[in-house]
């Protein structure tokens, strides 16, 4: 059955909304570090069958399969960059965020699967997910697409993470996704979080219309008991206390699938 769950703090933010409005106010005055530890410590309250233990367990076996060094080199050599590559490089934090993804998504207890991870950036997750057993592709938009800086970051960050190449991928509204030849046409998950394809920054984000075409599009990929799960970006300017969708969208999200705060899961569409 479709769901759509709040935490105890989220229905006291729907009811008291000018809480979420002060605390974007404030987002960018609290330390990265002290936020991502808020968002670890409520992602593991949320998901109770998961532990520090266990995520600490999972981080130590990913460090010693990648270039540890590299990423060090690479975080110093961006630390004073642009934001979007300073965070690219902040390889601990990103390598626990892809970690939680993947206890959240039960990917440490169960048989290998074939994963197709949208917008993939450098490929933590698509590293954690090699680290678990799982034959695991990553996209990214095409290069002429990103600038210089960006491409080359990406690519020395999927090298050190042992993940390259990434393969192209290019997703509009209302076009079919094209997934390359050299790529499985069938999988048992398929992942796409911190979503920027659906234009959530412009003026015309996707609304229902463009979503149901890309979620019964994807969903010709998954194999049968296959799952989608999306991660969609905040934007409180637009949407208030919802944070991350209007009201027509969350009712489309617990339509088809199953919806926690900002992701969403649905299970493979009877074809």
């Not at 169960?110 to 090699?130: E, K, N, S």
């Not at 990553?138 to 690519?155: H, I, K, M, W």
């Not at 984000?205 to 075409?213: D, E, H, L, S």
Request: aromatic content about 8%.
């Amino acid at each position: 059955m479709a769901m759509y769950d709040r935490s105890p703090a989220g229905r006291l933010r729907e009811s008291l909304p000018f809480l979420v409005d002060t605390a974007a106010k404030l987002r960018p005055w609290v330390p990265i570090a002290v936020r991502h530890r808020i968002w670890q410590r409520r992602t593991l309250r949320t998901f109770p069958e998961l532990s520090e233990a266990s995520l600490h367990e999972l981080l130590a076996g990913i460090a010693a399969t990648v270039d540890l060094a590299r990423l060090r080199c690479l975080r110093r050599a961006h630390r004073d960059g642009i934001s979007e590559l300073v965070e690219l490089c902040d390889y601990d934090r990103k390598l626990e965020v892809a970690a939680v993804k993947a206890l959240m998504a039960g990917l440490h207890d169960g048989p290998p699967l074939r994963i197709l991870d949208l917008g993939c950036g450098g490929g933590y997750f698509v590293a954690t997910c090699r680290y678990l057993g799982h034959a695991c592709h990553g996209t990214e938009v095409p290069a002429s697409r990103l600038s210089a800086a960006t491409c080359a970051a990406y690519d020395e960050v999927a090298g050190a993470l042992r993940v390259a190449p990434t393969i192209e991928l290019l997703i509009s509204a209302f076009a079919r996704i094209a997934v390359p030849a050299i790529v499985p046409r069938s999988y048992d998950l398929i992942t796409a979080h911190k979503i920027c394809f659906n234009d959530h920054m412009r003026a015309h984000p996707w609304a229902v219309p463009q979503w149901k075409f890309f979620v019964t599009d994807a969903c010709r990929y998954l194999a049968p008991g296959g799952r989608l799960v999306l991660e969609l970006n905040e934007h409180v300017a637009r949407y208030g206390s919802r944070r991350w969708y209007d009201a027509e969208l969350a009712s489309y999200f617990a339509a088809v699938g199953h919806v926690v705060r900002n992701r969403i899961t649905i299970e493979a569409l009877q074809k």
